[in-house]
C-alpha cells in the first residue's frame, strides 16, 4: 500500500480517496496466510511458477512494458486468480504475473449520467484489459447488514456495498466491500443488465481477494463503463429501477437475497 499511488482524486471532500482496499479489523483476523509466494528464480511461466499454477487465470501480453495491454484469461473458473507479490522470489520487472498491484489504468474520467456519477474511458479499451479495482472498506457480512441499514437510515442516494460471492468446490467464500466514504475511482462505475467490463476477483498476497474490473469486450473512447452488479450475486440494494436503458434491462438494480 505505501507505495502504491494513483492519479484520481473524489470530487467530494467528504470521501477518502484510498489507492486499494482497507481491512476492517473484524475481517483481518480471518486471514490465513499457508501460502508464500513463487520461488521463480527468472520470470514466471504457467509450467513451473507455483502462483500460476494455483491461479484459474493468467495474463497474456506482447510487451512487458506496457501493462496496460495485458488481458486476463480465465483458464479454471473452479480456482481463483493469484497474482504473484512481494513474498516471491520472482524479479518483478521481468514477472509476467503481476497487473492489478500496480493500480488502474490511465484516463478514466469520472462523468454525470442519468444513474448519478459514472466512470468514463478517454481512450479505447481492449478486451480483457484491467480498468481499476472496486476499492473499499473490506468489511465482515454484518457489519455490512448495519452499515447498509444505516446508510438507508441516513437517506443516502447510492448504494456503493458490494458483495462478491465465489465458489470453489464446496467452498463458498463471500466478500463485503464498502467504498461509501473510503473508496477509489472504481466506485463511480455504475451497473448495467449489458455491461462493458466483468468484475473478477484477484489474490495478491492474501485470501482476501481485490475486486477487479476488466474490460468484457473492446470499448471505444468516451464510452461509460459499467459491470452487472449481479454477476458475483450483487450489491446489497433495496429494488430499484435500473436506468442502464439495454435491450437485455432486467428492470431494477440486482439485489443479494442470499447474503
Ligand atoms: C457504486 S455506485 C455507482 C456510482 C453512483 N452513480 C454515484 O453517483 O456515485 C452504485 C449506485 O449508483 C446508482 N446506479 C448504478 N447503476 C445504476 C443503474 N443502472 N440504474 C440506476 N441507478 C444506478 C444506484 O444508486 C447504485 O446504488
Known sequence: MADLWDEYDHPDDQITYVVESLRSSGVEKSITHEYLGCNCEDK????TCSCLLRSGGHYSYEDKSQLQNYSLVITDKNKPVYECSPNCKCEPSRCGNRLVSFGPRSNLKIVTTPKGLGLSTERDIETGNFICEYAGEVITRDDAHKRFKKYQEMNFNHNYIFCINENFGDRNIK???DPTFYGNIGRYINHSCDPNCLLV???????VPKLCIFAKEKIEVMSELTFDYGEGDGNISEKKKCLCMSHKCRKYLPFDGTI
Open 201 to 207: 476477483p484477484v489474490r495478491v498476497e492474501d485470501e
Open 175 to 177: 466478500t463485503f466491500v
Open 44 to 47: 514466471c511461466i504457467p509450467e
